[in-house]
Each structure stands twice: as C-alpha cells, then as structure tokens.
T-cell receptor, first 111, second 115 residues
Framework: GEDVEQSLFLSVREGDSSVINCTYT??????LYWYKQEPGAGLQLLTY?????DMKQDQRLTVLLNKKDKHLSLRIADTQTGDSAIYFC???????????FGSGTRLSIRP | DTGVSQNPRHKITKRGQNVTFRCDPI?????LYWYRQTLGQGPEFLTY????????KSRLLSDRFSAERPKGSFSTLEIQRTEQGDSAMYLC?????????????FGQGTRLTVV
C-alpha cells in the first residue's frame, strides 16, 4: 500500500535554512502536500506541488520534487522561532479518496 | 466563511459512553474527510464523503464508529461505547474536488479523552 516516510526530528539555528525530507511509495501520486501543525492545533496547509512540477517557491518556502526517486523536500529559508512545529508530508492520488500522511518531522529552533 | 469548524474542541467522557462530534466544512467543498491522530503520529484516514455519499471507510473504523453527512454539508462522527483506546484528536478536512484543485483544509480538531 501507499506509504510516506519522514525523519522524526530536525534542529536548526535561528536564521539558517531548514530542509525537511520525505519519501513516498505511490508512483501515481498526483499532489504532494506540506502541512504544519503547532501544539494542540489542527493542520495548516503550507503548500502543495503537482506531480508534473519539479519545484515550487512561495516566499520563504521552496518545495522540490524528485519524481524518479519519489523524494519531496521542504526548504524554509531564514528559519524563525515561529516555524517551530511538526511538519507533515502528505500525498494523494487523483483517482484515490484519501490523503496519506507521514509521521511528521518535529522542527526545533535553537538560538 | 472562515474555514473548517469542529465542535466541540475538547471532550472528556467516561468509558462506555457515546460521543458525537460535528464538522462544518468550507461551504462550497464537496469532499469531507475524517481523520484520527494520536500522539506522535500523523493523521490516519477514517472515512470520506463526496457530497452526502460515504465513499470509503478505513478498517480503523470499527462498527462502534459511524459517520453521516445527511445533506452534503456538515458531518457528524459518533463513537458508541467509547474505549480508552479511542482517546485521540479527531480531525475533519474538506476539499473541492475538481480537476487541478484538491487542497484539503483541516479544522482545529476535537480532542477526545476517555477516562
């Protein structure tokens, strides 16, 4: 079945770039998403990329997709304390009904 | 419309009681999803609706769980005879399923604690 995997933790210094990585198994994935979850809150859609794109940039966020390797990354430039959260990678197949989530990467920022 | 709304935000119940949660999706969205999230895990799919039709249910959704979306707008998720293992955050999401647009937006969730 479909699977999405992420590393559990990432620690970066304030002002540096953060890169969160994700791999997935479904070669028919149509959309890939990045969600942010702060403590006790729901999931906030940060950005998404369509499977026929290699890159998408949105202000401080850059999403890179390597479809051949089924690898997705989220780069956050100039990481701030407000970026501390859990980041979930997710994918959906256009013909499928559900979005499959990874286990999340907890991003912590050190001064 | 300010997004997906879930009520209540928190629910504490005794084991064996029934609970019902409500989700109000973004008004023009035709798809509605229910997910469950436990501590340290990503959201797990429970079920989804296209308009009023429930099109898929996860095997996680035991016969104690039932979801409805009677008029294709709001949805309810009921858990009967709650067990301690049902303690989790229950998340609702909605999306507009048309070609090229399938972003799903989540509500703040309902945190269920079964004591």
């Amino acid at each position: 079945g479909e699977d999405v995997e992420q590393s559990l933790f990432l620690s970066v210094r304030e002002g540096d770039s953060s890169v969160i990585n994700c791999t997935y198994t479904d070669s028919s994935s149509t959309y890939l998403y990045w969600y942010k979850q702060e403590p006790g809150a729901g999931l906030q859609l940060l950005t998404y990329i369509f499977s026929n794109m290699d890159m998408k940039q949105d202000q401080r966020l850059t999403v890179l997709l390597n479809k051949k390797d089924k690898h997705l990354s989220l780069r956050i430039a100039d990481t701030q304390t407000g970026d501390s959260a859990i980041y979930f990678c997710a994918e959906i197949n256009e013909g499928a009904s559900k979005i499959i989530f990874g286990s999340g990467t907890r991003l912590s920022i050190r001064p | 419309d300010t997004g997906v709304s879930q009520n209540p935000r928190h629910k504490i119940t005794k084991r064996g009681q029934n609970v019902t949660f409500r989700c109000d999706p973004i008004s023009e969205h035709n798809r509605l999803y229910w997910y469950r999230q436990t501590l340290g895990q990503g959201p797990e799919f429970l079920t989804y609706f296209q308009n009023e039709a429930q099109l898929e249910k996860s095997r996680l959704l035991s016969d104690r769980f039932s979801a409805e979306r009677p008029k294709g707008s709001f949805s309810t998720l009921e858990i009967q005879r709650t067990e301690q293992g049902d303690s989790a955050m229950y998340l609702c999401a909605s999306s507009l399923s048309v070609t090229g647009r399938t972003e799903a937006f989540f509500g703040q969730g309902t945190r269920l604690t079964v004591v």
